[in-house]
């Protein structure tokens, strides 16, 4: 059980807690540079018409490597009259065409399909509105609310956001197991979650991020009514694995 007047792991203080965090994120520093991706980084724009985008991404490959269409023509053994069309968005190149033009260039055939715009999902969740599921703990009394989801995606990761409440009717449950990943942010109330043989006491503001793979749950119920969100991601799978 967690001691009463501690925020973290169980006999430990918020500070002494903070300490391997900030240790880890120090570690983790020293053997890779920080994360360089750019969230504010703007795309190329995509193109709507399929034999455009081809042709601008056949152009760009070649401007890139230094060569003439002459030179990639003479590459391909397509005519300079084709390779024209073709750069110009006039004509759709066949599958060999592709093929050819992707081994002269150096670059697989996907890529000259990188500008063509694709439709990419998105869920929007009126305030009240998510979907009520039933999951392993709701046998429990946890009620779980779904805020979105979206099937097929590019990153190949299945993200599933959930509101979760707590009630007198709740029951603890410190034994889930899952794969992937969980985040979970506190809203309201005060749990002691369990992750493993680690407890932590949980306010509003406190947050929790965990692989899913050990047990893990709310401990001890102290202060009702609770919600967090639970945000969970794990692997897509493919049809046929």
Do not use: C, W
Request: negative net charge.
């Amino acid at each position: 059980m967690a001691s009463k007047d501690g925020r973290g792991r169980a006999g430990k203080n918020g500070a002494d807690d903070i300490k391997p965090f900030r240790q880890a994120v120090a570690e983790i520093h020293a053997i890779r540079p920080p994360l360089t991706q750019d969230p504010h980084a703007v795309r190329d724009a995509r193109e709507k018409v399929l034999e455009v985008a081809i042709g601008r991404e056949v152009r760009a490959f070649r401007k890139k490597l230094g060569i003439t269409v002459a030179d990639l023509a003479q590459a391909t053994s397509l005519s300079l009259g084709m390779l024209s069309k073709i750069e110009n968005g006039i004509t759709s190149p066949s599958l060999t065409t592709l093929q050819a033009l992707s081994r002269a260039l150096g670059v697989p055939v996907t890529a000259f399909f990188r500008r063509f715009e694709e439709e990419r999902s998105a869920v929007f969740v009126k305030a009240g509105e998510g979907i009520e599921i039933e999951r392993r703990g709701t046998r429990a009394g946890h009620q779980y609310n779904l805020l979105g989801h979206v099937d097929a995606n590019t990153s190949g990761v299945v993200v599933e956001p959930y509101l979760i409440t707590l009630s007198a009717d709740s029951d603890v449950f410190p034994t889930f197991q899952h794969e992937g990943m969980e985040f979970i942010y506190m809203l309201e109330g005060e749990v002691v979650y369990r992750h493993g043989s680690h407890l932590f006491r949980m306010l509003p503001g406190d947050s929790l991020f965990f692989d899913a793979d050990a047990p893990h749950g709310p401990e001890e119920l102290t202060r009702l009514p609770i919600r967090y969100l639970s945000i969970i991601s794990y692997p897509q799978h493919q049809e046929g694995n």
